[in-house]
Structures are given as structure tokens and as C-alpha cells.
């Protein structure tokens, strides 16, 4: 077992070195679709963290009654805090909304027509912040059934717009980043196979001197998984070398977002790593496959 | 080698073994049996048409017959690089269309095989291409040198053992085949033209080593169009044409006498 791991390094290594050029063609590919892997991931990644951020946003907000005592609304906002969906709730009174309401036109710049009222006509509403913004039917129902809510403002249509926006950037990104890897397949497939093809006379002899599958497959996956491994490692050495450069403009651009970045290095040296090695071996195995099939 | 001594062919072998169902029935001292061995390729192409043949251990047989008669199709039939469409051919008491993908590298070391072209890989030693043979079927690395060194003995190349094949003759080329074919301790070695592209000096050099293999107990089964050869020896000769075999005769010329 020893020596057949042994022989499969060694002839893997070889086979690499004898085919320096095509070798280190594939390594160039593989690491130019690892870099252009990376960056796909980078910008997924922000762009969660954006799109997190604006479904943390969204909130369901409900008027309440002229009529209803204080004490109801406390009650009321207590009551909806204690359900499990709830993130937070906050009680804006009449007053508070007024001023609001102030502030955003004078932001918009226009005029502020609520100063010619002799009495504040907002009512005072109650904001709930949810745990998860796709899980709302049980606080609209919640609050709607309570005495004290006049009318629960119409948040489902606003929610689905936001997570479909939300759902189609996710997919439409997982989407990029599964042909970009089909297409890396491809391309390991056809430098593999050239490498196959290349010793063809080889396999075939070892074929007729009785050579088990296992003896011909693996060398080449191990030189698949070299060429990856080279790719990954050429790869991440170039996103550390732009990672600060690159963080810079990554701060600066989502400053308003909250984004934590903590795992992404980590993250992405795994998904940089997995893949090169992954695809190499896989281009390996399906190249010498059609060969082993006689 | 370490074969046991070539067994009497106590057998006629030219005996048909007629209502064979099972293969433990046949193959005492029999090491390689065709039976009513019929070759038909995916494109319509009939090679071999109800082939029956019985070569027991330690048998020299010549196959002879014009080109396309089939003795590559027989050939390849027996080291089960192609599948027969009818019948059965059994190597060693074992039906070789039967055997899983694992067993098949097993079979084949049963074998050794010699071409017109040597097949020998030029960027090898001699040496090297020898050991190479034993190295991808796993041997320890130990067992090799020994190995490989006996056998280049043997076909008398223990001197050109560090050069490669461009700086050796045909027959020196060829006779590196024969060291790799012989390096497993083969049961049955297939010579496949292996004269064809040698002058007849050295092809008798060629021929002198295998009968000398086979002396050591090996089955040799060559298919060559050397009617001098073949006539000369006077061994058992079967011809094929147009994939049947027309003739099967021990001590026989290329040609057919009456």
C-alpha cells in the first residue's frame, strides 16, 4: 500500500514536470478561475451582508387608536415583545411621530404644511422588529386582534418584494459561481486528457503487462489534485497580497453596513482549497475513465 | 523461471472437446481453451467464426493465415482487450469473459506479450522498462531488481542495460520485449509478428529465444507470416482464414502439404 502511494507521488510528480508546459497552462487556468472564483465570493459575500441588513429593516409597523389608554398600549407593546418572533418593538408615540414626520420632509426639503394644524393628526404606532422577516403572519395577527391597534399598515407585500429582490441576487449569484466552476471542469477535463492522451502508449502498456485500474487512475489524480493544489496556493497568495488594497475599498464602500468580514478569510481559503483540488481531481478522473472503460 | 517442467500432452489436443458446458470439465494440462468461439464486431464485422482450439501447457504453436483472417482478434480475444460474441475462451481454467474488472490485470499477468513494434517507451531504460512491468502491478520494490536482472540475463542484454531503446538494434529492442513480457513469470507468452520488422538473421535470433522460453516450460502462441521459419521448425501450425481455422497440425510447414 505504501509503495503503491509511493509509486502514484511519484509518477504524479514526474508526469507534472515532464509536461512542465501544458502543466503549468492548467495551473494558470486553474488559477485565474480561482481568482475570478474569489472575487464572485467576495462580492456574494458582501452583498449578503447588504441584503441581511435590509431585511433587517424591515418591520411591521401598526397605528394605534386615538382612543386607547396608555396603559393598554404598554401592555400591548409588552405583550407583543414576549412572542418568540420578535426581535424588538418600540412604541412611537403621537409626538414622536410627529417630529419624524418633520424631519423627513425637512430632509426632502419641502415645506412642512403640519405646522398650519392646530392638532397633531398622526397616531401613535407600535414597531416590531422581527427575528426573521419571512416569519410575520402570527405578529400581524397578534396585533390586529388587539383592541387598542386601529389598522396593522400593509407589510406583506413590501416583505415579498424584498425578499424576492433579496432571493433572485442570492440565486442569480450561486448561478455565476456554478458555471464559472463548470467551466474550470471543463478546461482541468481537456489539459488532463491532453496529459492522458500524451502516455497513451503508456497506460497501454500498462494495461498489457496487467497494471490494476487503480495503478493508471491514480497518478493522475494525484496530478489533477498537484495541479490544484499549485492553483489554490498561487491563488491565495495573490488574494493576500490584494486583501488589503481590497479590504480598504470593501470598507469604505459598504461603510453604512454593518458587515462582518471576521470569516471570511477563512472562508474563502477553504472554498479556494476545496475547489482547486476537487475540480483537479474530478478533470483527472473523468479523463482517465474513458480509458479504463475498454 | 520457475514453471513446472512442460507436462506431456497426454491429450490429443486436436481432440474437439465436444458438449462442453462447464469449465472445470476441461483444462487438465489444457492452459488455454477456444470454444466454438465466434467473434462478430459492432459494425457487422465477423473475425472469427466457431473457433476451437485446445493448446496445452508448454505447447510452441504457430498461427498463421493471411492478414484479416483474424489472429489479432484471437489474440486480443485472449488477453480480453475484446469480449467473444459466442462461445467460450478459457485461460488457465478460468472463463475470461466472466472475470470482473478486477480480476482482469490478474489474467493478464498470466500473459506476456511481444509485438511487431516492440512497445517499448523511449524515454525508459532497458532496465527501466522492464522493472516497469513489474513496478505497476505492485511488486515490492525489493523483488524487482533481482527479477529484472534474471530476465535480461536470460535474453542476454545484462550489458545494454542502461541504454535506452534508440540506441539498440530491432533485435536488441525486441529481445527488451521479450525480457518485460517474461519478467512476471508469464503461463503463455503471445508473440504477435514479432519478426516482422527484423531482418532474418536476427528474426532467427528472435525465434531461437522463444523456443529456448519455451523449453523452460512456457507456452509460446506466435502468429507470424515467416512461412521460412515456420516450415523450418516443423511445430504445430494453425491456420486461420477468413475466421475459421482451416488447418491444426503438429509438425507442420507454413503451408499446407498433401
Redesign the interface.
Known amino acids: 500500500m505504501i ?2 502511494v509511493g ?1 502514484s507521488l511519484k509518477r504524479a510528480w514526474l508526469g507534472f514536470w515532464r509536461n512542465s508546459v501544458m502543466s503549468l497552462a492548467a495551473t494558470a487556468t486553474m488559477v485565474f478561475m480561482l481568482v475570478l472564483l474569489s472575487g464572485f465570493f467576495v462580492i456574494l459575500t458582501g452583498l449578503n451582508a447588504g441584503l441581511q441588513f435590509v431585511e433587517q429593516k424591515v418591520q411591521i409597523v401598526a397605528d394605534v387608536r386615538k382612543a386607547a389608554p396608555d396603559l393598554a398600549i404598554m401592555s400591548l407593546r409588552d405583550r407583543t415583545a414576549a412572542l418568540p418572533e420578535v426581535a424588538s418593538v418600540e412604541y412611537v408615540d403621537p409626538t414622536e411621530a410627529l417630529r419624524r414626520f418633520r424631519e423627513r420632509l425637512a430632509q426632502q426639503g419641502r415645506e412642512d404644511l403640519t405646522q398650519y394644524l392646530d392638532s397633531n393628526p398622526l397616531p401613535g404606532s407600535i414597531e416590531v422588529k422581527l427575528k426573521d422577516p419571512r416569519v410575520f403572519g402570527n405578529v400581524v395577527e397578534f396585533l390586529r386582534a388587539d383592541p387598542a391597534i386601529q389598522r396593522v399598515q400593509e407589510v406583506q407585500t413590501l416583505i415579498d418584494r424584498v425578499l424576492t429582490v433579496t432571493n433572485l441576487l442570492r440565486t442569480g449569484g450561486l448561478v455565476v459561481l456554478g458555471l464559472v466552476g463548470i467551466v474550470v471542469l471543463f478546461i482541468i477535463i481537456n489539459t488532463i486528457r491532453l496529459a492522458v492522451v500524451a502516455r497513451s ?2 497506460i ?10 487503480a ?2 487512475r491514480w497518478p493522475f489524480i494525484f496530478e489533477g489534485a498537484l495541479v490544484g493544489l499549485l492553483g489554490a496556493a498561487i491563488t491565495l497568495g495573490l488574494m493576500a497580497l490584494a486583501a488589503d488594497p481590497l479590504g480598504r475599498i470593501m470598507t469604505g464602500f459598504f461603510e453604512v453596513l454593518p458587515l462582518q468580514l471576521g470569516s471570511l478569510g477563512r472562508d474563502l481559503t477553504v472554498l479556494v482549497l476545496g475547489t482547486g483540488v476537487g475540480l483537479g481531481v474530478l478533470g483527472s478522473w473523468v479523463s482517465v475513465r474513458s480509458y479504463l472503460l ?1 | 523461471m520457475t514453471q513446472a517442467p512442460p507436462r506431456a500432452a497426454a491429450r490429443s489436443y486436436r481432440e474437439r472437446p465436444v458438449g462442453l458446458t462447464e469449465t472445470e470439465t476441461v483444462g487438465d494440462g489444457a492452459l488455454l481453451v477456444l470454444h466454438s468461439v465466434t467473434k462478430t464486431y459492432p459494425n457487422g464485422n465477423t473475425a472469427l467464426r466457431d473457433v476451437e482450439l485446445v493448446v496445452p501447457e508448454g505447447d510452441f504453436v504457430f498461427l498463421v493465415g493471411p492478414s484479416g483472417a483474424g489472429k489479432s482478434t484471437l489474440i486480443r480475444l485472449l488477453i480480453r482487450d475484446e469480449i467473444a460474441t459466442d462461445g467460450a475462451v478459457i485461460l488457465d481454467g478460468q472463463d475470461v469473459a466472466r472475470l470482473t474488472r478486477r480480476q482482469v490485470p490478474r489474467i493478464r499477468r498470466k500473459i506476456g506479450i511481444i509485438f511487431q513494434d516492440f512497445k517499448l517507451l523511449p524515454t525508459k531504460t532497458v532496465w527501466e522498462n522492464v522493472a516497469f512491468a513489474l513496478e505497476v502491478t505492485g511488486t515490492p520494490r525489493r523483488r524487482i531488481a533481482p527479477a529484472v536482472d534474471r530476465v535480461l540475463s536470460l535474453v542476454g542484454l545484462a550489458a545494454q542495460a542502461q541504454q535506452l531503446p534508440g540506441q539498440l538494434s530491432g533485435g536488441e529492442q525486441q529481445r527488451t520485449a521479450i525480457a518485460r513480457a517474461l519478467v512476471h513469470d508469464p503461463r503463455l507468452v503471445i508473440a504477435d509478428e514479432p519478426t516482422g520488422n527484423l531482418d532474418p538473421l536476427i528474426s532467427w535470433e528472435i525465434i531461437q529465444l522463444l523456443l529456448r522460453i519455451n523449453e523452460l516450460g512456457v507456452t509460446v502462441l506466435m502468429a507470424t507470416h515467416n512461412a521460412e521459419i515456420v516450415t523450418a521448425l516443423r511445430k504445430r501450425v494453425v491456420a486461420l482464414e477468413d475466421g475459421r481455422i482451416i488447418r491444426d497440425e503438429v509438425g507442420a510447414a507454413y503451408h499446407r502439404e498433401d
Not at chain 1, 204 to 213: C, Q
Open positions: 509503495s503503491f509509486f502508449e503508456e497501454e502498456i500498462m494495461r498489457l503487462v496487467g497494471a490494476s485500474d495503478f493508471i475498454k
